[in-house]
């Protein structure tokens, strides 16, 4: 697939914080890319850099072929979509959205035109004659969108577009927005710092932390195989073992904690350090299974008690203590078997492939 923009080494210093730290990526066309990470992890300066409003202190940026580094934002041809929508005040809906094919002198029937084109694109189609501040808040980020995407843009940025809204209209807006992506085929390059809405909306996630592309793929792959200890603290919930190797097989390894051994599964040829080496293990909650009694069969089995019990609708959120540490759980809430309650003896088991061995990066 043909690349839309790419980022060969870039770098980007304020003083003696380097914000941006010798940043390579690709970024292939049709494709909705989250740069996702905390704040202040440069993921906003990366996408202020592929929009030229930042100048990179080193390295390259492309769009497709074309060497845009030092190109002004206007030349770019990219549409940008800010987080607190920057719309102006005085114009109507429909003249925000024509502002940027009028600055480009397109005759008026083609402005009218393409206007309401956008105006049903974003379903504003009775709205065009309203002012920003007549509309809500998720009416002004369309109109937002509408304008960055009138002169068709090959690549449309997006700042936390959905930041400033409650919970329950961002989580629409991400389905349309999902959607429009789907139609328009248009290059998609949107920064969040909210994980659930990295999983849910993009075809692929970067994770951005102090500077530096940490990890990047897929959001399943990221989620389910997360590399380091960052990435799977930062996506989603994790349990953290700290073990040391007994032994190693082609497709498994067993560690001690304490008292305890485990088995992990691991991929032929993974290269993992021998006998007594020190193992990171990360466990996501929801696969953790927990039962009263000691569960029967192969896997991992370890003897707990409940601490705390969190009732979050589609689940509980259990904490309990085990001889290797507390742990989390995430039990399903719809009709329960069992309802966790502080104090209760209760059982974990796992399988040996639900859980990964991290990089440690703590």
Known sequence: MAVAVRLQRVAKQYG???????????????????????????KTTLLMMIAGFVQPTAGRIFAGARDITHLAPER????????????????????????????????????????DRMLDTVRLTSLGGRLPRELSGGQQQRVALARALIFHPKVLLLDEPLSALDKKLRGGLQE???????????????VTHDQDEALSMSDEIVIVNR??????????????????HFVADFLGRSNFVDGTIATVTDRSIAYRVGEHRFEQAI???AGIDGVSHKVLIGLRPEKIALSMTRPSGAGNHLRAEVRKATYE????????????????????????LFEPAPGSPVWLSWASDASVILRDDR
């Open 16 to 42: 003696d914080h380097l914000a941006v730290d010798d940043v390579s990526l690709d970024i292939e066309e049709g494709r909705f890319v989250t740069l996702l990470g905390p704040s202040g992890s440069g």
């Open 211 to 228: 500077g530096r592309i940490v990890q990047h793929g897929l959001p399943k792959i990221l989620y389910d195989c997360p590399a380091s």
């Open 76 to 115: 770019r041809e990219f549409g940008m979509v800010f987080q607190g929508y920057a719309l102006f005040p005085n114009m109507t809906v429909a003249e925000n959205i024509a502002f940027a094919l009028r600055i480009r002198k397109v005759d008026k029937a083609s402005v009218a035109r393409e206007v």
């Open 176 to 190: 349309e927005l999902r959607d429009l992506h789907r139609r328009l085929g248009t290059t998609f390059v949107f």
């Open 267 to 269: 991929a032929p040829g």
């Open 313 to 336: 609708g589609a689940d509980y959120h259990v904490r309990v203590a085990t001889d290797i540490g507390d742990m989390q759980v995430m039990v399903p809430a719809w009709r329960s």
